[in-house]
Each structure stands twice: as C-alpha cells, then as structure tokens.
C-alpha cells in the first residue's frame, strides 16, 4: 500500500524567508502527488497538482513543488513566506484505479515576524 | 458559485447514539469524497460517492456507511458511536471521477463524543 510522510511535524520561518517542506511517498507506479493546505478551522485547499510531464509544478499563492521520481520526493517550495501562510499542510498521493487520496500527517508552519 | 457545505458544523453526541452528517456538493460536482481527521490518525479515506454509486470505500468498520442522492448531496452515518469517533469530518467534491478532476473541500463538521 501506498503511504505518504512528511518528516516534519512543524517548522517555524521568519516572514520573508525562504520555505520548504518536504514530502517522501512510496507508490509503485508513476503517483499522483498533491499539496493541500488548511487554515484553522477551515477545510483543505489544493495548492498544486503533479500528474505527469514537467517535474516542477506551480501553485497558487505563489508556492511551486518539484517531483523528483529517484528520491521518491515532492517537496514544495515558496521563495518569501508572509505571515498569512500559516497553516497546516498536506502532502498526498493518489492511488491509480481507486482514486483514493492517501494523505501524509501534515506539517504545521508557523511564521514569525 | 457556492462552496461545499458541510451541515451542522459542531456536534456533540453521546456514546452508542448514532449521526447523520450531511455534504451538499459544489452545483453540477457529481462526486463526493468523505474524510476523517484526528490528531492521531490524520486525515484518512471514508468513501467516494458518484452518481449514487458508492465507488471506493476506505477501512473503516460497517458502522461508518454513506449514501448520496440524485441531486448529487451527500450524507454519511455512523451508528454505535465510540469516543474515538470524535474528530472532523471532511466532504470533498469534484465534477466526476479522475485525479484531472481537483477536489474542493467544505469545512468539515466537528463531532465530538462524550
């Protein structure tokens, strides 16, 4: 079965800096990988989506991922984070056929001034 | 255009009662996605609806069930409630199956059991 982590329960950035989280996933096939992230209180919104083709994808808010099949990773990325980033977010991949998403435990960003 | 819509919210139940939680698509999204999340267990697969149809089913116990109705609205139920029920309830929708098809979530309902 396929799983997803994320080895990173939280990680704390100073406004402005530079952000990435990482994701490892273990699937077989070629997976298809997403990003969600949740505000308090709030459902999951899609950040970025990889199904094929060129391995650095873009999101909104200004977050981009980059799939690197050899490390098995999809770690997602934003240059300057601003303090309405914070939030919770999510790796997950999708099992062919089932269409299921299997999601990672999620990392907590918290942003300092 | 109107978001997922998740019904009630907040709720507070009592162990062996039973829940009816309801999930009202995003309008002509025919596919409906439910989710549990806990603190310890993340956010896991309940079921996946279209067209009425359940088409994949995660591993919970026969207690968690669900359906969906014509207009595409969806209801899940779980019966014998056991504390460890307690957690946020996900609904996702999309226009019909197929990763092409991004999922949007509503805000979840808080089910809390004492």
């Known amino acids: ?113 | 255009k109107a978001g997922v819509t998740q019904t009630p919210r907040y709720l507070i139940k009592t162990r062996g009662q039973q829940v009816t939680l309801s999930c009202s698509p995003i309008s002509g999204h025919r596919s409906v996605s439910w989710y549990q999340q806990t603190p310890g267990q993340g956010l896991q697969f309940l079921f996946e609806y279209f067209s009425e149809t359940q088409r994949n089913k995660g591993n919970f116990p026969g207690r968690f069930s669900g359906r969906q109705f014509s207009n595409s609205r969806s209801e899940m139920n779980v019966s014998t409630l056991e504390l460890g029920d307690s957690a946020l309830y996900l609904c996702a929708s999309r226009l019909g199956p197929g990763y092409n098809q991004p999922q949007h979530f509503g805000d979840g309902t808080r089910l809390s059991i004492l």
């Not at chain 1, 994808?57 to 999809?74: D, H, L, N, T, Y």
């Not at chain 1, 977010?89 to 960003?109: H, M, P, R, W």
């Open chain 1, 1 to 113: 079965a396929q799983s997803v982590t994320q080895p990173d329960i939280h990680i704390t950035v100073s406004e402005g800096a530079s952000l990435e989280l990482r994701c490892n996933y273990s699937y077989g096939a070629t997976p298809y990988l997403f990003w969600y992230v949740q505000s308090p209180g709030q459902g999951l919104q899609l950040l970025l989506k990889y199904f094929s083709g060129d391995t650095l994808v873009q999101g909104i808010k200004g977050f981009e991922a980059e799939f690197k099949r050899s490390q098995s990773s999809f770690n997602l990325r934003k240059p300057s984070v601003h303090w309405s980033d914070a939030a919770e977010y999510f790796c997950a991949v999708g099992q062919g056929g089932s269409e299921k998403l299997v999601f990672g435990k999620g990392t907590k960003l918290t942003v300092n001034p």
